[in-house]
């Protein structure tokens, strides 16, 4: 059981760092459109490229979406972003601050379910609880 509890934590904490990484890229990425003044060009976005990391994991058209999506939010904040370029690297390092209080969270889940599952009794037979009834007569 303490086994299955450290595979679940390796697969929470890979697929809380890939989450991070993936918002940190695309926090990025939205921060070199801003500098080069093309954050409302719809083409840049349509064509970003999906990173060789993240290809075999991502749907083609969940990334449309997300692309889709990210250039609604930049034409309802036209008038904010200059404003949220100059702010993308502390953006970033809050996705990162995040990342760490959260994988924090999940290893000390971890560590307490581990510890819990230590105190819990065995089920294997103790010797005490083995003794026969021939052998309870005999001692009476």
Not at 1 to 28: P, Y
Not at 42 to 62: G, N, T, Y
Not at 128 to 135: G, K, R, T
Request: without cysteine; glycine residues 10%.
């Amino acid at each position: 059981m303490k086994v299955a509890v450290w595979i679940l934590f390796g697969m929470l904490a890979a697929l809380w760092t890939g989450g991070a990484l993936l918002m940190s890229e695309l926090t990025q990425w939205g921060a070199e459109l801003l500098a080069v003044g093309e954050a409302l060009n719809a083409e840049p976005a349509a064509q970003w490229p999906i990173p060789a990391w993240m290809s075999p994991w991502v749907d083609p058209a969940w990334a449309q979406a997300a692309q889709e999506s990210l250039m609604w939010a930049l034409q309802l904040l036209r008038g904010f972003l200059p404003m949220v370029g100059s702010a993308a690297g502390l953006v970033v390092s809050l996705i990162w601050v995040l990342w760490g209080l959260g994988a924090v969270l999940i290893l000390g889940l971890a560590v307490g379910a581990h510890v819990l599952l230590g105190r819990m009794p065995s089920k294997r037979a103790r010797p005490e609880a083995n003794v026969s009834l021939n052998d309870a007569s005999a001692v009476l």
